[in-house]
């Protein structure tokens, strides 16, 4: 595979998504999850360069931090990686700390809402 440059677009619906510039006409991408091959990995041809898919299966979801590294399968060269975070661990976090305060914002301002509109 020529030089390469993987570059990452997106996370939706359980797939991750990124953009292969420099791969060559017809580039093999693996995806690994500690030392496991990860299935359904699409690789489409675009305008300058390939469109990737990996499907995240769920029984990857699990405590802690999960790391997938995208590599080119012929070389091994590492060319990306994604993880996600879920569970307790999650729950030090200070994003999932604003989430909930956020939450708890949105809850308030209902009952706010609600208040004012029966005091009227």
Known sequence: MAEATLTATRLQGGVWEGWLAGGGDDPKIAATHLDRDLPGIEVAPG????????????????????????SDAATGARLASFAILAGDALSEDIRAEVDLLRAELDMLKRAFRRHCAAAE
């Open 47 to 70: 305008d300058g360069g390939h469109r990737v898919r990996v499907p995240v299966p769920a029984e990857l979801l699990s405590d802690g931090m999960q790391t997938v590294v995208l």
